[in-house]
């Protein structure tokens, strides 16, 4: 008997770690999409990308959903077509809409909004629930991103909302909101499929769209590329992650190691962009890290107890 306890504990520890890695994977793919899409916006229409972005992301997983024979009861179909709707067809065009009519770094910064909609859906609404230290670490956690995006710059622009960051915003509210969802769907659905179905229904809804408005299809032959790659890491395996990581650590977790994009946004930019970085981001990366050990630390044990 003792010697299942222990295999028990080790499988569930394992399968923790899995979903802290898995959040962490996704913040650095998540973490290029401004900086990938905000040149393809200048010339392509964003309900256009969108619709391109999430086809192409649910044509990636159809290969490996194809092999999964599961049966979709009604009621998780429909949950399919809500999350479809609004986190594959809504948030994308106010996300790149926003963009298009934003900065790159001023939509880095509002899309962490994402993490902060997420918790408050899974607290309010799904009474998900931490230890007082689980709500510690999201403090730090969410404080070093603020201090990372914004440098304590308090005249930036940022603060002066613009059309193109209020739908941003109104992005991250939906994604917050089907974040919470897609973690009930992933309970009885394979992840692969729920992206498959989300990801192809969205996408097909988007490109309808285009087609009715008569909205032209053109794309540079160079951009090809860059929106594959956008559909394919920054979009369908950052989100499969993503939920791998939701259903092992819960969505406060996942969402706060999502929020560590702006982290590695900044680092992408000292490597790619030869920007230098300030005693404010050492400072910030420094809280993140310490937020993200007092999770793990202290949040994975009653993790282990209660499965």
């Not at 996408?203 to 956008?230: F, K, R, W």
Request: aromatic share 10%.
């Amino acid at each position: 008997m003792l010697g299942l306890r222990l295999n028990y504990s080790s499988f569930v520890n394992s399968n923790i770690i899995v979903g802290y890695i898995s959040a962490i994977v996704a913040a650095v793919l998540f973490g290029c999409v401004s900086t990938i899409g905000k040149p393809i916006l200048s010339t392509v229409d964003p309900l256009l990308l969108s619709s391109i972005i999430y086809l192409t992301a649910g044509l990636f997983f159809t290969p490996s959903a194809a092999r999964i024979s599961s049966k979709i009861t009604k009621k998780y179909f429909s949950l399919i077509i809500v999350s479809a709707i609004t986190g594959a067809s809504i948030a994308p065009i106010f996300f790149f809409q926003g963009l298009k009519m934003s900065t790159a770094a001023d939509t880095a910064l509002l899309a962490n909004g994402e993490t902060v909609f997420s918790i408050l859906f899974a607290l309010l609404i799904f009474r998900e629930r931490l230890r007082p230290v689980g709500y510690i670490a999201v403090t730090l956690i969410l404080g070093g991103v603020f201090l990372v995006t914004t440098n304590l710059d308090f005249n930036s622009s940022i603060f002066s909302l613009n059309i193109g960051n209020v739908l941003v915003i109104l992005s991250t509210i939906i994604w917050g909101f089907d974040n919470n969802i897609c973690k009930i769907i992933a309970r009885q659905i394979d992840v692969s499929k729920l992206i498959q179905l989300k990801a192809l229904i969205g996408g097909t809804i988007l490109m309808g769209t285009v087609l009715i408005s008569g909205i032209p299809l053109d794309i540079h032959s160079e951009q090809l590329i860059p929106i594959i790659l956008l559909g394919v890491f920054g979009f369908a395996i950052s989100l499969y992650l993503y939920i791998h990581s939701i259903k092992r650590i819960g969505v406060i977790k996942a969402s706060s190691l999502l929020s560590l994009s702006a982290v590695f946004g900044l680092i992408f930019a000292i490597i790619f962009l030869h920007e230098s970085i300030g005693i404010t981001q050492v400072i910030a990366i420094s809280v993140m890290l310490f937020g993200i050990h007092l999770m793990y630390t202290y949040e994975k044990k009653d993790e282990i107890s209660l499965k």
